[in-house]
């Protein structure tokens, strides 16, 4: 971001310097317990409208990670059929691509007033702030998709309830000395002052 000078606040530097590392990238070692406490207590001062906490967090390290990849091909077949070994063996073997894979999630209250977008949106917020605080802490990580996500028996798998949400998966360890870091576009283009009246353009 050239367009921005370094600010002096170390948590704004930090925020600015902030970029997601490739999972292929990742090593060892990952967070630990420590590191991952620390995180999640960022993910916990998130905005959360009407109180509900709804963060939820599993971590996955050493073997229990090829089970999970056992979890995600399973899901794939489910979903493809017809799809190739090859295919199959890609999924399964995702989670070992990085130290410490966290899967992150939404204890969802259907029933409530807070619209369940808002409580996604409070969830979503604790993300980045985990997703941030271990950069912030030196580990490098990077927040991804997949269908799998959206597979009820994944949630089951993983101890979810079938109202909970799966967010992502935040693959973290240790980065490269020099990690990617793409272009960022000037923050100009992406705000604007409202004048009463005026028209979307």
């Not at 630990?32 to 995180?39: C, P, Q």
């Not at 493809?80 to 999924?91: I, S, Y």
Request: net charge positive; glycine share 8%.
């Amino acid at each position: 971001m050239p367009d921005i000078l370094p600010p002096p606040n170390p948590a704004l530097a930090a925020l600015l310097a902030r970029a997601s590392t490739p999972a292929r990238l990742l090593r060892d070692p990952g967070p630990d317990d420590a590191a991952i406490d620390l995180a999640v207590a960022a993910a916990l001062r998130a905005p959360d409208h009407g109180g509900l906490r709804p963060w939820r967090f599993v971590v996955v390290r050493g073997g229990a990670r090829a089970a999970l990849g056992d979890v995600l091909a399973a899901s794939l077949a489910r979903q493809a059929p017809a799809v190739a070994p090859e295919r199959l063996a890609l999924e399964r073997a995702k989670p070992l691509r990085a130290p410490v894979v966290i899967v992150a999630g939404a204890a969802l209250r259907p029933d409530h007033p807070v619209p369940v977008w808002e409580q996604e949106a409070a969830a979503a917020a604790g993300i980045m702030n985990l997703v941030n605080a271990l950069d912030a802490q030196g580990h490098g990580a990077v927040w991804l998709s997949s269908a799998a996500l959206r597979d009820g028996a994944v949630k089951a798998a993983l101890g979810f309830a079938a109202q909970d949400a799966l967010l992502g998966w935040i693959y973290a360890g240790t980065p490269p000395r020099e990690r990617p870091r793409p272009a960022r576009p000037g923050p100009e283009t992406f705000w604007r002052e409202w004048a009463p009246g005026e028209r979307m353009r």
